[in-house]
């Protein structure tokens, strides 16, 4: 793997190589017998806000053996102006590897070409790849597997994590719902592409909940998205989870969180701090995934 840009160019392989690489940094951290980053520095050069993401990938370089340089794009010449070409043949002269979050999927994509260092989408507005792998080591651990699995994504059908999430059933083959309000449905070009049997989209929230395994959500209003925030709540007021709705999930049903959360909104404050180890294993689970991301990447 050169370069973790999406779920939709992973292959199943190398999916499960990441999971399992996963395991064995979570199972080791603080112990690690090689540290692959050792002498190389990263940049995060990112566009938009972060706890967990900047975070997990500050400490997971570090313990990988790197240094890390946190570049807001406010602080560097990109934030006025200056073209993610330039930029990328810049940071690619002086970094080992760089993590991105902006707004165009192309941008990471151009970067990664154009620097020729290791790349990785650290969030854009097509997709979240590094949330959906810690979500299937989650997943993993909680319920052994997510193929023969049943996982219903409720609220704002057509931003990033949702569509990694299709690409993650397009590729794994377990059941994918998604119940979002008509306006806020993943692209049907997307689904068209894919025609997969195994994805199913709908307005009908009960009917998508129905003995899922995982009920999983995300804000309704993403970053970029702000001014539209009066007419998604309007629109997506109806889309959350509940505890009515976690009633209609499989009993023992994972509820999970990408995060930052809006208790009474995508989900109650109630069904939040009652999976709170749920959503705070994903959360840490970020750093261990993205560990083996950082280093099947210094293996090519
Ligand atoms: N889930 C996630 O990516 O969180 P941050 O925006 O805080 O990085
Ligand atoms: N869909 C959200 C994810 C935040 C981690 C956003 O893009 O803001």
């Known amino acids: 793997m050169k370069h ?10 190398q999916i499960h190589e990441v999971l399992d690489l996963a395991v064995e940094m979570k199972a080791n951290r603080g112990r690690h017998a090689e540290h692959p980053l050792r002498h190389q520095c990263w940049g995060l050069i990112f566009s938009k806000s972060s706890t967990r993401t900047r975070v997990s990938f500050e400490v ?4 990988l053996g ?4 946190f570049l807001s794009s406010n602080d560097i010449q990109l934030g006025r102006g200056e073209p993610i070409a330039d930029t990328a043949r810049v940071m690619g002269r002086m970094l080992h590897g760089a993590v991105i979050r902006t707004f165009a ?15 990785i989408n650290a969030l854009t507005d097509a997709e979240h790849p590094c949330q959906i792998l ?17 996982v219903t994504f409720v609220g704002d059908g057509a931003c990033n994590v949702p569509c990694s999430w299709i690409w993650a059933a397009a590729k794994l083959g377990f059941e994918l719902r998604i119940a979002a309000p008509k ?3 993943p692209p049907r070009e997307l689904l068209e592409r894919l025609n997969a049997r195994n994805i199913f989209v709908t307005d009908d929230l009960d009917h998508a909940a129905e003995g899922a395994d995982v009920l999983y959500t995300d804000v309704w209003v993403s970053m970029g998205k702000e001014e539209e925030a009066a007419f998604r709540l309007a629109q997506m ?7 009515g709705l976690v009633a209609k999930a499989k009993p023992g049903a994972l509820v999970m ?3 930052p959360a809006y208790r009474g909104k995508e989900i109650t404050a109630e069904v939040f701090e009652q999976h709170a180890a749920t959503i705070f294993n994903q959360a840490e689970n970020r750093l261990h995934a993205q560990k083996a991301v950082l280093s099947l990447l210094t293996r090519g």
């Open 183 to 185: 306006k806020f449905q």
């Open 105 to 119: 999927q192309k941008d990471v994509e151009d970067f990664a070409r154009l620097s020729g260092i290791p790349t």
């Open 4 to 13: 973790l840009l999406s779920i939709e160019s992973m292959t199943p392989a």
């Open 134 to 150: 810690a979500d299937l080591q989650t997943i993993r651990e909680a319920l052994g597997s997510v193929e023969g699995k049943i």
């Open 237 to 243: 007021g109806h889309y959350q989870i509940s505890s």
């Open 60 to 63: 997971g370089i570090r313990e």
């Open 66 to 69: 790197g240094d890390v340089m």
């Open 257 to 259: 969180h990408c995060l």
